[in-house]
């Protein structure tokens, strides 16, 4: 398989998190990262994230992510 370099820049804590991980965990840092990236690419975990629609309202999903909950935008609503 072909191979291509990528550099990154990460914020110390973030390098020395993976360094201690990738002690405890036996592996270099490279495969860590590679196989964070490949878990990352191939997982359905994005459904789950909040977003907001083109009218302002915020959708979450509930703690057991089964159902999605809308926040609505009330914007300049006055309540009365």
């Known amino acids: 398989m072909a191979t291509k370099t990528a550099s990154i820049r990460l914020e110390k804590e973030l390098y020395d998190k993976i360094d201690s991980k990738c ?6 840092r490279n495969d860590f990262v590679k ?12 459904k789950f994230k909040p977003y907001h629609d083109k009218y302002g ?8 992510r089964k159902i999605w909950v809308c926040h609505v ?7 009365v």
């Open 73 to 79: 935008n009330m914007g300049n609503a006055r309540v």
């Open 57 to 64: 309202n915020y959708y979450t999903y509930d703690k057991d």
């Open 23 to 28: 002690s405890e965990l036996g592996c270099t």
């Open 35 to 46: 196989e964070a990236i490949e878990s990352k690419l191939n997982t359905n975990e994005d």
